[in-house]
């Protein structure tokens, strides 16, 4: 079982990795949805903490459409994490017209060599979700999960679409495996755990003292949160 905290800083990765928090998602900007961390805290993170971290891929949050400017900002990005020795990368990107970058994610998948990724949340932005997903099961060999609330604001809002894909993840060993994540707290994480018999959950604001980023993670909330998946 895996619980996967989002990180803003050292410290915080620090307080994760003292509470036995499974793995990192490390951002900068999480009021804009999380966006590439700077050089600096990546290199701290990978060189001072032994839990694996997962890097945000993410110039901008006007949208999940990238133009050649973003890209090459993203190849540097990608190119940086891999020598630096982060575990993996989180990324997403649509089309104009709502669909997944196929050309995109190809480069993305060839850019990062050997490290895990997660494709994120923009799978809820797409046009149609379904098909969305279908796309990227042709590349379940090469993503590592996908993070996902099934398509609705919370994972609680979604339950029939995420009991299909796990079960599509557990049944097929060679494809990615589902992250589900946003509005996983102490009080759900249980009946989702209960629902779902999933192996990851993907927790933020649920993980903070008084559900604050600006706050440090609560040890409580991460001991009943690890508690309630295993």
Known sequence: MVLEVIVENIREASEAEHFGVDRLEVVSAISEGGLTPSYGVIKQITEDIKVPAMIMIRPHSHSFHYDDYDIAIMQEDILMANELGAHGIVFGALTKSG?????????VIDWKGDMDLTFHRAIESAQDIDRAYNVLREYG????????????????????????????????????????????TVDNIGMLQETLHNS???VGGGARVDGDFSKGLDIAKVRALQQAIQ
């Open 99 to 107: 669909e997944i970058d196929r050309d995109l994610l190809e480069n």
């Open 141 to 184: 060999n090469n993503i590592t999960q996908i993070l996902t609330s099934g398509g609705g604001a919370k994972a609680t809002d979604s339950i029939d679409r995420l009991k299909k894909w796990v079960a599509d993840s557990q049944a097929d060993a060679t494809s990615f495996e589902i992250l589900v994540g946003s509005g996983v």
């Open 200 to 202: 990851q959950y993907h």
